[in-house]
């Protein structure tokens, strides 16, 4: 079982950056797929980040290719994405996923936080 908790949205103007912190407790994080989505009002949610267990290798949306960085830090259980160039579009609930492999986690993930918002004013 893994426990996620997101922090870090808030408002922020169009061009403007936020980081978002994902912290997992439970057993083994580090061998765990970790990954980001998000649900904009009235659409249904979507991939938007993953990174692999034992992997320097990450995954994007190409909606956000190029502006937005996922990482993680093993030794803090935490997974982060690093949101730049915001635009108005990128509003939505941002949700933390943990799944058992990298299909699962850009696809299906097992376990979900309870999201943070976010929002950017044009």
């Known amino acids: 079982q893994v426990q996620l908790v997101e922090s870090g949205g808030g408002l922020v103007q169009a061009g403007g950056s936020l980081r978002l912190s994902c912290a997992a407790s439970?057993?083994?994080?580090?061998?765990?797929?970790m990954g980001w989505f998000r649900q904009a009002p009235g659409k249904e949610r979507e991939f938007v980040a993953a990174?692999?267990?034992?992997?320097?290798?990450?995954y994007y949306a190409d909606s956000v290719k190029g502006r937005f960085t996922i990482s993680r830090d093993n030794a803090k259980n935490t997974v982060y994405l690093q949101m730049n160039s915001l635009k108005p579009e990128d509003t939505a609930v941002y949700y933390c996923?943990?799944?058992?492999?990298?299909?699962?986690?850009?696809?299906?993930?097992?376990?979900w936080g309870q999201g943070t918002q976010v929002t950017v004013s044009s």
């Open positions: 996923a943990a799944d058992n492999s990298v299909v699962g986690v850009t696809t299906t993930p097992d376990y």
């Open positions: 439970g057993r083994s994080f580090s061998t765990y797929s």
């Open positions: 990174v692999p267990w034992g992997s320097t290798s990450t």
